[in-house]
């Protein structure tokens, strides 16, 4: 058993109590990690705002926190900010990495334009990258290319969403860990009882309310169907925050179907909403491969989502889910109907269909590829 040291730009928090709390996908796969490593460090960004409902606490005393200066944002004086703040942010990491056998570096990141050629430089450890965004997005920013190529050029493994012909070899396929084996279990057993009324049909959306993960396509969408399809639609949970939670909100008022924005949930609840919908919707532009859709295939949901990056490596259009060609209001709206006109067969052949591959999200596949396939042991 060794140390580990994570660095990353996960947002934690510091509850009235004192409690250090983070984001909660994030958390959960930190604390699953205890099984590989006899302690961890998790060198991350603290935020002085108040924690979201779905931030956790770490599960173990063996996992310390040490905060970086919350830095990182779009516009000119964040990025000076960053730049400002990297002798700090470096000094603080090097500290972390002097008590530990491994690290990992979770990019991409603002602070992964100098973190990343500082592990490569001047750090002699063990490790390995995770690489959470498109691999293959086009047009990225340059701050995300330029860490893309320097992963590529550099000799530690990098863990990558999807399976692409021109991978390097030491860049790994690696499915994103979000389930635990009870959570397999349930999921299973959700799926056998789970029956499409095609009168009532529910659908979910989780993520961070903005238009860039295409929640506002998703409104317009729903309100676009005619009265009998409209008339099909049961509730429409919208999970997740953001600046323009209003705003979108206010969207809805004038339409007759049940849209519910939840604000954050914690997990259980987020399972809870999985478990009583039919289909989750994801019209984002550009992502990685979001735990949220795997998560809500083991509870079957029909994933509605956008076809870039990894997904449709594991989202096969009209087998067990519908993929988004173009990523707009009537793009959307077909899949929708399609969803809607189902049979109660087929939406059980499809949900079923998922079983055979679900377990690589499980932690304990994740953590028997990272000790095999990574720190050789």
């Keep these: 058993m060794s140390t580990l040291t994570i660095i990353s730009h996960t947002e934690h928090y510091k509850k009235p109590d004192g409690t250090i709390v983070g984001l909660g996908p994030t958390v959960t796969e930190i604390n699953h990690l205890l099984e ?8 991350g960004m603290l935020h002085t705002v108040s924690a979201p409902s779905s931030a956790l606490p770490y599960a ?8 970086l200066p919350a830095v990182g944002g779009t516009n000119l004086r964040s990025k000076l900010d960053i730049i400002w703040k990297a002798p700090k942010i470096i000094g603080i990491i090097k500290k972390a990495l002097r008590t530990s056998d491994y690290f990992q570096f979770r990019a991409p990141t603002g602070i992964g334009v100098f973190v990343i050629p500082y592990l490569v430089l001047f ?3 063990k490790g390995w990258y995770k690489y959470a965004g498109n691999w293959k997005q086009e047009n990225a920013p340059l701050a995300y290319s330029f860490q893309r190529w320097l992963l590529k050029k550099q000799k530690q493994k990098v863990t990558i969403n999807g399976k692409w012909n021109d991978q390097p070899s030491h860049c790994l396929t690696f499915e994103n860990p979000c389930l635990t084996q009870d959570e397999l279990t349930e999921g299973h057993d959700v799926i056998k009882k789970k029956q499409f009324n095609s009168e009532a049909v529910d659908f979910c959306f989780i993520g961070r309310l903005e ?17 009998s399809d409209q008339n099909r639609i049961g509730s429409i949970h919208i999970v997740g925050d953001g600046k323009l939670h209003e705003y979108y909100r206010q969207q809805t008022v004038d339409s007759k179907l049940n849209f519910i924005f939840h604000g954050y949930l914690s997990r259980e609840d987020v399972h809870h909403i999985y478990n009583v919908s039919h289909a989750i919707i994801l019209p984002s532009a550009s992502e990685g491969f979001p735990k949220v ?12 989502v956008s076809d870039v990056s990894s997904i449709s490596n594991y989202v096969i259009d009209d ?3 519908f993929l988004l060609s173009e990523i707009t209001e009537t793009g959307l709206k077909v899949k929708i109907q399609k969803m809607l006109h189902l049979s109660d067969v087929i939406f059980s052949r499809m949900i079923a269909s998922n079983d055979s591959n679900i377990y690589k999200f499980t932690y304990s596949y994740y953590n028997h590829r990272i000790k095999s396939e990574i ?3």
């Design 36 to 43: 590989i490593f006899e302690a961890i460090i998790h060198v």
């Design 60 to 67: 173990s005393n063996k996992i310390t926190f040490v905060p």
């Design 123 to 125: 750090s002699n450890h």
């Design 211 to 227: 238009e860039e993960k295409g929640i506002g396509i998703l409104i317009h969408a729903f309100k676009a169907l005619d009265i």
């Design 293 to 304: 859709i795997s998560e809500a295939m083991n509870y079957g949901c029909l994933p509605i």
């Design 319 to 321: 087998k067990n889910g």
């Design 375 to 377: 720190l050789s042991i």
